[in-house]
Protein backbone atom coordinates (compact mmCIF):
# COMPACT_ATOMS: atom_id res chain seq x y z
CA UNK A 1 0.00 0.00 0.00
CA UNK A 2 1.06 3.56 0.17
CA UNK A 3 -0.14 5.59 2.93
CA UNK A 4 2.48 8.33 2.68
CA UNK A 5 4.75 10.04 0.13
CA UNK A 6 6.67 12.51 -0.74
CA UNK A 7 7.27 14.96 -3.55
CA UNK A 8 10.61 17.47 -3.75
CA UNK A 9 10.14 19.03 -6.85
CA UNK A 10 9.57 22.43 -7.64
CA UNK A 11 6.17 23.45 -9.40
CA UNK A 12 9.18 24.53 -12.32
CA UNK A 13 10.89 20.84 -12.08
CA UNK A 14 6.98 19.50 -12.55
CA UNK A 15 6.19 21.53 -15.78
CA UNK A 16 9.13 20.20 -17.44
CA UNK A 17 8.91 16.48 -15.93
CA UNK A 18 5.24 16.44 -17.26
CA UNK A 19 5.49 19.34 -20.05
CA UNK A 20 3.30 21.61 -18.44
CA UNK A 21 2.88 25.15 -19.38
CA UNK A 22 5.40 27.21 -16.73
CA UNK A 23 3.36 29.09 -13.99
CA UNK A 24 3.35 30.97 -10.91
CA UNK A 25 1.32 28.74 -9.03
CA UNK A 26 2.31 27.13 -5.78
CA UNK A 27 2.09 23.19 -5.69
CA UNK A 28 1.82 21.12 -2.65
CA UNK A 29 5.87 19.61 -1.63
CA UNK A 30 7.09 18.01 0.83
CA UNK A 31 5.63 15.45 2.79
CA UNK A 32 2.03 14.09 1.44
CA UNK A 33 -0.29 12.14 4.40
CA UNK A 34 -3.89 11.30 3.38
CA UNK A 35 -6.57 13.99 3.61
CA UNK A 36 -3.42 16.39 2.43
CA UNK A 37 -3.05 18.60 -0.33
CA UNK A 38 -1.27 17.29 -3.24
CA UNK A 39 -0.20 17.88 -6.80
CA UNK A 40 -1.51 15.28 -9.51
CA UNK A 41 -1.38 15.87 -13.45
CA UNK A 42 -4.92 15.30 -15.27
CA UNK A 43 -5.95 16.17 -18.58
CA UNK A 44 -7.71 19.76 -18.76
CA UNK A 45 -10.74 19.94 -21.10
CA UNK A 46 -8.64 21.60 -23.95
CA UNK A 47 -6.62 18.03 -23.97
CA UNK A 48 -3.48 19.54 -22.75
CA UNK A 49 -1.77 18.14 -19.01
CA UNK A 50 -2.34 20.02 -16.01
CA UNK A 51 -1.39 20.21 -12.60
CA UNK A 52 -3.64 20.55 -10.12
CA UNK A 53 -3.78 20.50 -6.46
CA UNK A 54 -6.41 17.98 -4.92
CA UNK A 55 -6.83 16.18 -1.66
CA UNK A 56 -5.55 12.76 -1.25
CA UNK A 57 -8.54 10.65 -0.51
CA UNK A 58 -10.99 9.59 -3.05
CA UNK A 59 -14.57 11.02 -2.97
CA UNK A 60 -17.08 10.18 -5.97
CA UNK A 61 -19.15 12.70 -7.05
CA UNK A 62 -22.60 10.77 -6.07
CA UNK A 63 -21.43 10.68 -2.43
CA UNK A 64 -23.68 12.61 0.06
CA UNK A 65 -20.73 12.50 2.76
CA UNK A 66 -17.09 11.70 2.89
CA UNK A 67 -16.17 8.85 3.48
CA UNK A 68 -15.38 8.03 6.94
CA UNK A 69 -12.06 7.19 6.49
CA UNK A 70 -9.86 8.46 3.20
CA UNK A 71 -9.91 6.42 0.00
CA UNK A 72 -6.21 6.90 -0.06
CA UNK A 73 -5.52 3.80 -2.28
CA UNK A 74 -7.23 1.73 -4.54
CA UNK A 75 -6.37 -1.90 -5.76
CA UNK A 76 -5.51 -2.45 -9.25
CA UNK A 77 -7.27 -5.58 -9.61
CA UNK A 78 -10.54 -4.80 -8.50
CA UNK A 79 -10.63 -1.12 -9.48
CA UNK A 80 -12.71 -1.69 -12.65
CA UNK A 81 -15.46 -3.35 -11.00
CA UNK A 82 -15.94 -1.36 -7.15
CA UNK A 83 -18.63 1.01 -7.46
CA UNK A 84 -15.75 3.55 -5.65
CA UNK A 85 -13.66 3.41 -8.76
CA UNK A 86 -15.16 2.50 -11.77
CA UNK A 87 -15.99 5.19 -13.17
CA UNK A 88 -13.01 7.51 -12.33
CA UNK A 89 -10.91 4.47 -13.65
CA UNK A 90 -13.14 4.69 -17.00
CA UNK A 91 -12.58 8.32 -17.56
CA UNK A 92 -10.89 10.25 -14.95
CA UNK A 93 -6.71 8.75 -14.67
CA UNK A 94 -4.49 11.11 -13.13
CA UNK A 95 -1.00 11.09 -12.44
CA UNK A 96 0.78 11.70 -9.17
CA UNK A 97 4.61 12.58 -9.01
CA UNK A 98 6.19 11.45 -6.01
CA UNK A 99 10.10 11.63 -4.91
CA UNK A 100 9.61 8.88 -2.70
CA UNK A 101 6.82 6.74 -0.51
CA UNK A 102 7.35 5.29 2.56
CA UNK A 103 6.62 1.60 4.36
CA UNK A 104 6.56 0.76 8.11
CA UNK A 105 8.25 -2.52 10.09
CA UNK A 106 8.20 -3.56 13.69
CA UNK A 107 5.84 -3.73 16.50
CA UNK A 108 3.38 -0.49 17.05
CA UNK A 109 5.13 2.18 18.91
CA UNK A 110 8.66 0.71 18.05
CA UNK A 111 8.32 0.84 14.57
CA UNK A 112 11.09 1.55 11.78
CA UNK A 113 10.19 3.95 8.91
CA UNK A 114 11.58 2.60 5.64
CA UNK A 115 11.90 5.19 1.97
CA UNK A 116 11.70 4.05 -1.68
CA UNK A 117 13.22 5.77 -3.96
CA UNK A 118 14.99 5.52 -7.67
CA UNK A 119 18.66 4.29 -7.17
CA UNK A 120 19.82 7.44 -9.45
CA UNK A 121 16.89 9.69 -7.33
CA UNK A 122 14.54 10.63 -10.44
CA UNK A 123 11.21 10.86 -9.31
CA UNK A 124 7.98 8.24 -10.13
CA UNK A 125 5.01 8.75 -10.89
CA UNK A 126 2.08 6.63 -9.60
CA UNK A 127 -0.95 5.95 -11.34
CA UNK A 128 -4.05 7.77 -9.99
CA UNK A 129 -7.66 8.32 -10.18
CA UNK A 130 -8.90 11.47 -9.47
CA UNK A 131 -12.91 12.39 -8.63
CA UNK A 132 -14.97 15.90 -8.26
CA UNK A 133 -17.91 16.45 -5.47
CA UNK A 134 -20.26 19.54 -5.32
CA UNK A 135 -20.60 20.28 -1.82
CA UNK A 136 -23.42 22.21 -0.71
CA UNK A 137 -21.43 25.65 -0.58
CA UNK A 138 -21.84 24.89 -4.69
CA UNK A 139 -17.72 24.46 -4.33
CA UNK A 140 -16.21 21.65 -6.07
CA UNK A 141 -14.13 19.35 -3.93
CA UNK A 142 -11.48 17.41 -6.15
CA UNK A 143 -9.63 14.59 -4.37
CA UNK A 144 -7.81 11.77 -6.15
CA UNK A 145 -6.42 8.04 -5.00
CA UNK A 146 -3.16 6.01 -6.13
CA UNK A 147 -3.56 2.91 -7.77
CA UNK A 148 -1.21 -0.30 -5.54
CA UNK A 149 -0.50 -3.98 -6.85
CA UNK A 150 1.34 -6.66 -5.73
CA UNK A 151 4.78 -5.70 -3.99
CA UNK A 152 7.40 -6.35 -6.32
CA UNK A 153 11.32 -7.98 -5.12
CA UNK A 154 12.23 -4.47 -3.71
CA UNK A 155 9.12 -3.97 -1.91
CA UNK A 156 8.12 -7.32 -0.97
CA UNK A 157 10.49 -7.62 2.75
CA UNK A 158 8.57 -4.38 4.07
CA UNK A 159 4.55 -4.99 2.51
CA UNK A 160 2.80 -6.85 0.50
CA UNK A 161 1.26 -3.96 -2.05
CA UNK A 162 3.34 -1.30 -3.75
CA UNK A 163 2.11 2.00 -5.60
CA UNK A 164 1.77 1.54 -9.48
CA UNK A 165 4.69 3.53 -11.06
CA UNK A 166 4.15 4.70 -14.73
CA UNK A 167 7.10 5.11 -17.26
CA UNK A 168 7.10 7.98 -19.49
CA UNK A 169 5.92 6.56 -22.04
CA UNK A 170 2.36 5.06 -20.21
CA UNK A 171 1.74 8.73 -19.21
CA UNK A 172 -0.44 9.76 -22.53
CA UNK A 173 -2.21 6.80 -22.81
CA UNK A 174 -2.96 6.80 -18.83
CA UNK A 175 -4.48 10.21 -19.00
CA UNK A 176 -6.31 9.55 -22.26
CA UNK A 177 -10.16 8.62 -21.65
CA UNK A 178 -10.76 7.13 -25.00
CA UNK A 179 -7.85 4.73 -24.48
CA UNK A 180 -9.04 0.93 -24.49
CA UNK A 181 -9.27 -0.77 -20.94
CA UNK A 182 -7.70 -3.86 -21.76
CA UNK A 183 -4.58 -1.54 -22.75
CA UNK A 184 -4.94 0.66 -19.23
CA UNK A 185 -5.15 -3.22 -17.60
CA UNK A 186 -2.02 -4.17 -18.88
CA UNK A 187 0.27 -1.00 -17.07
CA UNK A 188 -1.03 -2.44 -13.78
CA UNK A 189 1.88 -4.11 -13.03
CA UNK A 190 4.98 -3.73 -10.45
CA UNK A 191 7.83 -1.84 -11.29
CA UNK A 192 10.70 -4.81 -12.21
CA UNK A 193 13.10 -5.65 -9.69
CA UNK A 194 15.86 -3.04 -9.05
CA UNK A 195 13.60 -0.34 -9.74
CA UNK A 196 13.38 0.94 -6.29
CA UNK A 197 15.84 0.90 -3.37
CA UNK A 198 15.20 1.05 0.70
CA UNK A 199 16.86 3.45 3.72
CA UNK A 200 15.70 3.95 6.71
CA UNK A 201 14.21 7.01 7.07
Same mark, same amino acid.
Given at each position: ?????????????????? $?????? =??? /? +?? @??????????? +??????????? *???????? #? !??? @??????? %???????????? &????? %???????????? %??? !??? @?? #????????????????????? !???????????????????? +?? $??? *?? =????? &????? #?? =???? *??? $?????? /???? =??????????? @? +????
Amino acid at each position: MCGRYDISDSAAQMALLF $NLGLTG =DTL /P +AG @EIAPTAAGAVV +ALGADGTRKAV *VMRWGLEP #G !WMR @EPPSRPI %FNARSETVEDKP &MFRTA %FAKRRALAPASA %FYE !WQG @EP #GAKTRYRFTRPDGSPMVFAGL !WEKRKLDSGELKLTYTILTC +AA $NGD *VA =DYHDR &MPVIL #GP =DQWD *VWL $NAESPL /PVIK =DMLQPAPDGYL @E +AAKG
